[in-house]
């Protein structure tokens, strides 16, 4: 038996030059970009009731959720949770490499750069109480890939791995169907016998289909156990082959297209400004340039299947990217399910670098690669920070606005400890017009745009009770509901007015919304 000390010394010898760059250059690049918000408790909406919870998500189909956040207790811990999420991403990063076959240095601190700078991770921080889990399910989606590519039965393990990744999260089944979109490419292109490479093919479909296959059935026998259902939340419950059918299948494939258009090109994440179109454009002429190179060089122009594969490629990219709109056609579709847009960048870089040498003007392409790179990693961490920045910012306003609107409830006549409080939850825009001057780089960042973290009736318990030590005894949706079309309701003014907050028949009503309604 070795001792730990051997085992050390063991691994310092397997391990990769390449695989420590990247794990390095992930975890210090991850910190520096994140720390801000790892050493805060600054909660967005769904954080305010979620600093205890289980994970148990079975009913969205996030069987395995519970047990990758368990590592981290249940807590919301900033801190640790975001240096497990981080350490889970440095080894993504690690795999990735290796898939891709990235041995330039400064190739591969810019691929660790550009995964965990991307805005899809800030938006992820935002809802911290998951990051680790949803991290460990990226992690698992690219060893799939990983899995298969290296190893003769490796779709074997790789569809365990995928089956696990999407029993946390399915969200990133989309980016180990791109990564095997392109190591297929690569086979394609590499010298070698077709029935080889058709052979090879294939085992990143078994990996798929297996994967995929695994996932549904201990699904459905862990809500067997469990007595559940899938829920209707994102349309998760058209999972089932009947939903499929009605829905997904059926799903409009040009609103596919549509929005892969339109969040690629007018998302304002993949590029925001001048710089990021720049850098993009120049990743672009530099993808071009070495395809146009493989062209001539192999005479692919003379070869029928050449156009196939391209003609393939168009086509199916942007349905392999909005896989989710498949299934789920009427999901929010919203950035912590779009991390697969870092792929694009992070591919063509790895596509320039395998082939630009065969290329009269390779140093010219690995400048323009090292600096166009360079500008989006650190384009990507400004917008985070920006929208760390409003998450911060939205908790203050939040904190003032709950302190002025206790101290009233508390101050109201006729008011005890555990009235009945009637509230619908939203802040009236005519009384608090909006402050975010973020709008415009963080509109698509869930998690870190808006005003408020104030959305329910709920919100204000969970705020008032863990940031103020008020404990109050808010009404249910339904209760609230009845009260909302009272006529006693309906003349009160919003607040902060005069009659804002005020006991009607034993129940303290609080009118929050706009003075005015449609």
């Known amino acids: 038996m070795i001792t730990p000390n051997e085992v050390v010394t063991l691994c310092k010898k397997k391990i990769k030059r390449e695989w420590k760059i990247a794990f390095i250059s992930a975890l210090l690049l991850g910190l520096l970009i994140h720390l801000p918000v790892m050493l805060s408790d600054i909660p967005n909406h769904d954080g305010l009731g979620s600093m205890y919870f289980d994970q148990n998500m079975i009913t969205s189909g996030r069987w395995f959720l519970t047990v990758a956040c368990g590592f981290s207790s249940y807590f919301t811990l900033p801190w640790l949770i975001g240096l497990l999420g981080i350490v889970f991403l440095a080894c993504a990063a690690v795999a990735l490499t290796e898939i891709l076959e990235i041995h330039d240095t400064i190739v591969i601190i810019l691929t660790a750069g550009l995964l965990v700078a991307f805005p899809a991770l800030a938006s992820t921080f935002a809802y911290v109480f998951t990051l680790d889990g949803y991290m460990l399910a990226l992690l698992l989606a690219i060893l799939s890939v990983l899995f298969t590519k290296r190893y003769k039965r490796g779709f074997l393990p790789g569809a365990v791995c995928l089956a696990f990744s999407m029993g946390i999260y399915q969200a990133y089944l989309p980016f180990a169907v791109i990564l095997c979109i392109y190591c297929i490419l690569v086979l394609l292109i590499e010298e070698g016998a077709w029935k080889d490479k058709l052979k090879t093919s294939l085992h990143y479909l078994y990996m798929g289909v297996i994967g995929v296959g695994l996932y549904y059935i201990i699904l459905q026998i862990l809500l067997k156990v469990q007595g559940k259902e899938l829920a209707d939340y994102q ?67 003379k070869k029928l299947g050449f156009f196939v594969i391209i003609g393939m490629l168009v086509v199916g990219l942007p349905i392999a990217t909005n896989m989710i709109l498949i299934i789920s056609p009427e999901v929010n579709y919203h950035l912590l399910m779009r991390y697969q847009w870092v792929l694009y960048p992070v591919l063509a870089m790895a596509f320039v670098s395998r082939y630009g040498r065969l290329s009269r003007c ?54 005890y400890q555990g009235i009945p409080i009637a509230i619908m939850g ?20 869930i998690g870190l745009s808006g005003d408020t973290l104030l959305y329910t009736a709920e919100n204000y318990q969970v705020f008032m009770k863990n940031y103020l030590g008020a404990t109050l005894n808010f009404l249910d949706v339904e209760a609230v509901g009845e009260i909302y079309y009272t006529e006693e309701y309906m003349e009160m003014v919003s607040f902060p007015g005069a009659d804002s907050v005020k006991v009607v028949d034993g129940i303290l009503y609080v009118k929050t919304e706009n003075a005015t309604r449609d």
């Open 426 to 445: 939203v802040v009236g825009y005519e009384e608090f017009p909006t402050t975010d001057i973020t709008e415009e780089v963080t509109g698509n960042m």
């Open 235 to 301: 349309g998760i419950s058209g999972m089932t082959t009947a939903g499929a059918a009605e829905s997904g299948l059926l799903a409009g494939i040009g609103d596919i297209y549509k929005d892969f258009l339109v969040f690629t090109v007018k998302g304002n994440i993949l590029c925001n400004n001048i710089f990021s179109v720049a850098a993009i454009l120049i990743l672009a002429a530099a993808v071009l340039l070495v395809l146009i190179t493989l062209i001539f060089q192999r005479k692919w122009w």
């Open 362 to 415: 390779s140093t010219w392409l690995e400048w323009a690669l090292a600096a166009a790179v360079s500008v989006l990693v650190f384009n990507y961490a400004v917008m985070d920070h920006i929208g760390y920045s409003n998450l911060e910012k939205r908790y203050e306003k939040t904190y003032a606005y709950c302190v002025r609107l206790l101290d009233r409830i508390e101050q109201t006549e006729g008011y």
